[in-house]
């Protein structure tokens, strides 16, 4: 097919999809191959802020419900994301995650970039809870359904969803019902450790107009990454740990037109150590000769110190609606969330690294174990006002204001005990002193202190007309004022002892058109043209001091970034035929402004933000689901995109191009096709049971890069350039930085009773190491390593209710 796909071509193959598919499930029906009764029920979302069915919904959304995840055996995001046609995930750990949509992003975000906006918004209930890299990972336990919103959200859902917006959608208190129900899993992945988890949920009655809904779980993470330690040891499965936490919710509903449910939510979690499987550490290495040379192994890493991420969460909302009856609605959300995050990492190659090429420490000095501890300390407050109409009339609308406060407060400290008595004596007696620029640490060669105080003002409003009983006309538009004040303060003999403040502000309009169209009950084409936006901001300063040949001159001109911006066209049809067969479709075109990419800043130890003027997504998304009998159920998700840039962007004494952002390079951490295909076969009961059951499911994801600059000619040859043990400075590791494509199956069987399941199951059955991410510290100087995934898992998993 060539290498551009336009977009009148994926509407050509789209459209002869369709009428392929129609056209075999008419002739089917005609021979009885379908059940005869409705299996397939349309579900009520709340997409639009309001109440409708999925098939009314004018745009593209994913909708996996409570049964799916179930089916599926779904635990977490990523492993959600590999079912939903377009959406993407770069796992970095549990807590640890960047979403993006339809190929819209930005590329790697480490965890030393706090000012880097979020581009999928993503929210528990009315609750935004994104967080650029640290989005939670919420447990899926008692979730009625997950929406995947595709496309720009910003009219309804403001900055943070231009590629979209995941909306986790609880199970709410329940008047008159006593409900229990609990899921025990033991599972142990193959050469690595076992797991499990425990989880329960209590629906009460507290009388006539109360009840109170209680969700408390637990969960033991396997391990699977084994760390070789000076000694000699190795430490198995350090990337093991556990979450726990809980919801309780409590509805009051005074009247049937008012209720009011205020809710609390607390997670934490607490791991090891992080899925690197590394593949140079300059303490383990080939190309030393005074130290004993080492061959990392597959899923092996070296450390000199330990690793732990650590994550509390707490989140108290209210919601209250209150109805008037053929007037309005009225529905009002407060939301507090606090969140406390530890990234404790090993970062001894990283200031042994420096020691060699920027300080001139001796060899028997840059084996000094350092620890570099990240800290983000959030308090977000929001409100949101809503009002819609409540009548069967033609015109529906809804309106409303929104406002959240941010206080982000981000450490950085790297304790390294004997650092101030070695640089002192390579450097000079007090240089150690004269550098901390007021930070009380020692033996600390770099510190830091970034605050942030991000405000935003909304007003926002939808309506829709319909015309002829068939034809939906929507306009939306979105009012936005955003006020970000940040103040960063730099120690160390690493820093420029840096003091500074700065401020990023913006206000505009995004809006919103849409028009949908019902062929008969069973075919609606939609259309869609919507903006998104994303806040611009500061890079924080380059250490310049461990910035080596031209780096300095090469990134220390991008020191801010403005806002991106994007149009979204797509035009869709979603089908549901008999009750037992749905079909949705859609083919989309992205026109970005000022795409914000990030870079890693070579020998420097930093990361910056710089925007590209021009690129693009273009792409299709397929979903089908289909019983074939009445105990058969065969559904599949896939999605292409074309992501790429339209301009190329040059920088340096040469004038070369910058990181790879080349016209017609690839955006980075989009794969350009992601397929998923599963069946479920539902049996007579055996062993007394009700029924049984047996599913398979094949996920497919192709290839992709981390960074823009990884597609370039030599990408992959890292010349480390640091004469340390021996190893001389032209050593070179060569690592392929397309990160292949790879294929997960997924196995499960089960018998159902009447108020127990008991399920067998095998995820990732093969086997597959996937890469899911490239890691390079110091621009490959100090160590290099892929992000990879869970390997083959067995478990059985019990569930009951009562």
């Not at 530890?342 to 300080?359: E, I, K, M, N, Y």
């Not at 910056?608 to 003027?613: A, D, L, Q």
């Not at 292949?740 to 018998?751: C, Q, R, T």
């Amino acid at each position: 097919m060539g290498k551009h796909l336009y977009f009148s071509e994926l509407i050509a193959i789209v459209l002869l999809f369709l009428s392929v598919s129609t056209s075999a499930v008419a002739q089917d029906e005609q021979k009885n191959l379908f059940p005869n009764v409705s299996r397939l029920q349309e579900i009520l979302v709340t997409a639009t802020k309001r109440e409708s069915l999925t098939q009314d919904v004018p745009f593209s959304l994913n909708v996996q419900t409570e049964e799916d995840i179930q089916r599926l055996n779904t635990t977490n995001i990523e492993d959600l994301s590999r079912n939903v046609a377009g959406l993407s995930i770069q796992n970095l750990g549990p807590g640890q995650s960047v979403v993006n949509i339809r190929g819209i992003s930005s590329g790697q975000i480490v965890r030393d970039q706090p000012g880097v906006k979020e581009q999928v918004g993503v929210y528990l209930d009315e609750t935004p809870i994104s967080l650029s890299l640290f989005t939670p990972d919420i447990d899926l336990f008692d979730m009625k359904r997950v929406e995947t919103l595709r496309g720009p959200q910003g009219t309804l859902f403001g900055s943070g969803s231009i590629g979209g917006t995941v909306r986790y959608i609880t199970n709410q208190p329940q008047l008159g019902e006593t409900e229990i129900k609990a899921e025990v899993d033991l599972n142990s992945i193959d050469g690595g450790s076992e797991g499990g988890h425990f989880k329960t949920a209590l629906n009460v009655p507290l009388g006539e107009g109360m009840a109170t809904r209680v969700v408390v779980y637990g969960t033991k993470y396997s391990g699977f990454i084994d760390a070789l330690r000076e000694s000699g040891r190795t430490d198995e499965d350090v990337n093991d740990g556990e979450r726990y936490g809980g919801r309780i919710a409590l509805l009051i509903k005074p009247t049937d037109n008012l209720s009011i449910t205020p809710r609390v939510v607390y997670q934490k979690i607490d791991l090891g150590g992080f899925n690197r499987d590394e593949v140079f550490n300059l303490f383990a290495n080939p190309y030393t000769t005074t130290r004993p040379p080492v061959q990392l192994g597959e899923r092996q890493q070296f450390l000199l110190r330990d690793e732990a991420f650590e994550e509390d969460t707490l989140i108290f909302d209210t919601t209250a609606n209150w109805s008037v009856d053929d007037i309005v609605d009225v529905s009002y959300t407060f939301s507090y969330t606090k969140r406390d995050i530890l990234v404790s990492r090993d970062a001894s190659a990283l200031t042994g690294s420096v020691g060699v090429d920027a300080l001139g420490f001796t060899d028997d000095k840059i084996a000094l174990p350092s620890n570099l501890r990240d800290t983000t300390d959030l308090e977000q407050m929001t409100h949101e006002l809503r009002f819609s109409s409540n009548n069967d009339s033609d015109l529906q609308w809804l309106a409303g204001v929104f406002y959240s406060d941010v206080k982000r407060d981000y450490t950085q400290r790297l304790p390294t005990p004997g650092y101030d008595a070695t640089t002192d004596f390579f450097l000079g007696e007090g240089t150690s002193d004269g550098v901390r620029n007021g930070f009380p640490d020692i033996d600390t060669p770099y510190a830091s202190d970034l605050t942030y105080d991000i405000k935003q003002k909304a007003v926002f409003g939808e309506a829709t007309y319909t015309l002829f009983d068939r034809l939906d006309l929507t306009a939306g538009l979105r009012w936005y004022d955003w006020k970000e004040e940040r103040t960063f303060k730099s120690g160390g003999i690493f820093s420029n002892s840096d003091n500074v403040s700065d401020e990023t502000s913006s206000d505009g309009f995004s809006p919103r058109f849409m028009a949908s169209y019902d062929v008969n009950d069973q075919v609606t084409f939609n259309a869609q043209a919507s903006r998104g936006f994303r806040l611009g901001g500061v890079n924080d300063p380059l250490n310049r001091d461990l910035c080596k040949g031209s780096d300095i001159e090469t990134f220390g001109a991008f020191q801010s970034y403005d806002d991106e911006t994007l149009w979204n066209y797509e035009a869709g049809v979603k089908t549901l035929f008999n009750g037992n067969v749905m079909l949705n479709a859609v083919v989309f075109y992205a026109d970005i402004e000022n795409l914000q990419v990030t870079l890693d800043a070579g020998s420097c130890s930093s990361r910056i933000s710089f925007n590209v003027p021009e690129a693009h997504t273009l792409g299709t998304e397929v979903e089908l689901s289909a019983y074939l009998t009445d105990d058969l159920l065969l559904t599949f998700a896939g999605s292409y995109v074309e992501a790429e840039f339209d301009s190329t962007v040059r920088g340096g004494a040469d004038n070369s191009v910058l990181g790879g952002v080349r016209e017609g390079n690839r955006l980075p951490s989009t794969p350009e096709w992601q397929l998923f295909a599963s069946a479920t076969y539902t049996l007579p009961g055996i062993l007394t049971s009700k029924e049984s059951y047996f599913s398979a499911s094949w996920q497919y994801v192709g290839d992709q890069i981390t960074q823009p600059s990884d597609q370039e000619l030599g990408a992959g040859s890292f010349r480390h350039e640091l004469t340390y043990a021996g190893m001389p400075a032209n050593a070179v590791t060569d690592v392929d930085l397309l990160l292949d494509p790879y294929h997960l199956i997924n196995l499960s069987a089960g018998l159902v009773y009447s108020s127990l399941e008991f399920m067998l199951y095998v995820k990732n059955l093969t086997d597959e190491n996937p890469k899911l991410s490239f890691d390079r510290e110091r621009g490959g100087r100090a160590r290099l390593a892929y992000r990879v995934g869970q390997p083959r898992t067995f478990g059985l998993l019990t569930r009951m209710y009562f």
